[in-house]
């Protein structure tokens, strides 16, 4: 899993709820990321953190917080829940930034109902 | 907006041929980084090769290499030899500056299926 917990590995959620979904690494590394990726759309950057305390918007941050209270984990929070959010999520980490390889978590994929 | 490009939704080779995924991208820095990334049936996101912007020698791992044409914005990966474990989705990706960040912009994918 590249050193990348994300749980759950499958979700089905109504339209309205909300859920956090988990990310978490091991190797004390300063850049986290959240990606979307939908069916020939390619992966899309929702959020991501360069180190503990600090998060910026990515290129669809719309429904979707962050926070970064702790260099291991990064967690995605639905605040309410659309069927336009059913995706596969993506939690990424790397030492510096995304110029490096980025190591993905095995997925999270998400069904609003 | 800065972009990046996979002009071809879907590829197949036969086993043990070569095959070339194109990609062209669009920024305006004068150095930046390239990526081929692979993501197999498993759905695991793989890193197949990185190229920086200023280095002028193309970037190869061992079967994979890339043909990096910088004037005309072109950054295509060649699979030698192919593998049917090479049967994935490879996407190109490209880092951009936005905002005074750096971001990971990637292509919409090619799917490769490699025949027996």
């Known amino acids: 899993n590249a050193g990348v917990t994300q749980t759950p590995k499958f979700q089905v959620l109504k339209t309205g709820q909300s859920m956090t979904l988990q990310c978490a690494q091991d190797?004390?590394?300063?850049?986290m990321s959240w990606y979307r990726q939908d069916p020939g759309m390619g992966l899309r950057l929702i959020h991501y953190s360069v180190g503990a305390g600090i998060t910026d918007q990515g290129e669809v941050p719309n429904g979707y917080n962050v926070s970064r209270s702790t260099t291991e984990d990064f967690p995605l929070r639905l605040l309410s829940a659309a069927p336009s959010q059913t995706s596969v999520y993506f939690c990424?980490?790397?030492?510096?930034?995304?110029?490096?390889?980025?190591?993905f978590g095995p997925g999270t994929r998400l069904t609003v109902t | 907006a800065q972009t990046v490009t996979q002009s071809q939704p879907e590829m197949s080779v036969q086993e043990a041929e070569t095959v070339t995924l194109s990609c062209t991208y669009d920024t305006s820095e004068s150095n930046y980084y390239l990526f081929w990334y692979k993501q197999p049936p498993s759905r695991q996101m793989i890193l197949v090769i990185r190229q920086e912007a200023y280095k002028q020698q193309n970037a190869t791992e061992n079967r994979f290499s890339v043909n990096f044409q910088k004037a005309a914005k072109s950054f295509s990966l060649k699979i030698s030899d192919s593998q049917l474990g090479d049967t994935a989705m490879y996407f190109c990706a490209s880092v951009i500056t936005q905002g005074g960040s750096e971001k990971l912009v990637f292509g919409k994918g090619t799917k490769l299926t490699v025949n027996p």
């Open positions: 990424a980490r790397n030492r510096t930034g995304p110029a490096y390889e980025q190591y």
């Open positions: 190797m004390n590394h300063e850049y």
